[in-house]
């Protein structure tokens, strides 16, 4: 199971998070070993039929992170911007969110609506994210879910416009993160990993899924 809950058996009530950070609900060890090692498997399949590519900028410079998604629509970058797009880059469909994840989505949220993409971010040892809103989803009613496999990764959290302070908190394989209401449109990304941190994948590494309801 992967409720690392006490009360995880008796309640339809929503999980309590173990840490909020400016609104950012953060769920530690809401996987345990064997599910994130499933969930690793599954991902390998996913990325079999659509591989994890670099998507370059708007201003030409490739990311670092790497990226692939699963479900009816998936995240990609070119010249032309950041967009939502029916296909991968190489032409092929989107494969099926898998079922592990959409369970996470509905364990963790209690919401009927599936996403629409489960974006996948690998992080190799030198890759971080700068700080960003996510915004090209419809409707920011909906939460996005993250989870983070692998090495530990250092989560930045800024404010709902560019500047002013940030807070920080490493993120491990088996947390869960959840931003919703007004954290839903908060500045955040990713300063580096720590590399050897977690045994989880043998080439080492963080894996990040996000989960969104795009239109
Ligand atoms: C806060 N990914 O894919 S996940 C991204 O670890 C992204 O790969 C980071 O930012 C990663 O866009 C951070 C946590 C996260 C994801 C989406 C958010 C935090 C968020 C959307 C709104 C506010
Ligand atoms: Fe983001």
């Given at each position: 199971m992967s409720k690392n809950r006490v009360n995880s058996v008796d309640s339809a009530d929503p999980a309590a998070p173990d840490l909020t950070l400016r609104g950012v609900q953060v769920f530690r060890g809401w996987l345990d070993a064997a599910d994130q090692a499933a969930l690793v498997e599954d991902l390998r399949n996913v990325a079999q039929a659509a591989p994890l590519f670099s998507p370059m900028t708007p201003y030409g410079k490739p990311m670092r992170v790497r990226m692939t998604s699963a479900g009816r629509k998936g995240w990609v970058s070119d010249r032309r911007g950041y967009r939502y797009a029916d296909?991968?880059?190489?032409g092929g469909d989107w494969p099926p969110i898998p079922k592990r994840v959409l369970d996470i989505w509905h364990g963790i949220t209690?919401?009927?609506?599936?996403?629409?993409c489960c974006l996948i971010n690998y992080y190799d040892a030198g890759a971080r994210m700068g700080l960003h809103q996510?915004?090209?989803?419809?409707?920011?009613a909906w939460p996005v879910v993250s989870v983070s496999l692998g090495d530990d990764g250092l989560f930045r959290v800024g404010n709902l416009t560019r500047g002013g302070t940030t807070e920080s908190l490493w993120l491990s394989s088996g947390d869960v993160v959840v931003m919703g209401g007004?954290?839903?449109?908060i500045y955040h990304g990713i300063d580096r990993i720590r590399p050897?941190?977690?045994?989880?994948l043998p080439q080492g590494g963080r894996i990040n899924l996000t989960l969104r309801v795009v239109d």
């Open positions: 296909r991968h880059p190489g209690g919401l009927d609506r599936m996403p629409d996510d915004r090209d989803e419809a409707d920011f007004a954290a839903r449109l050897g941190s977690s045994t989880l």
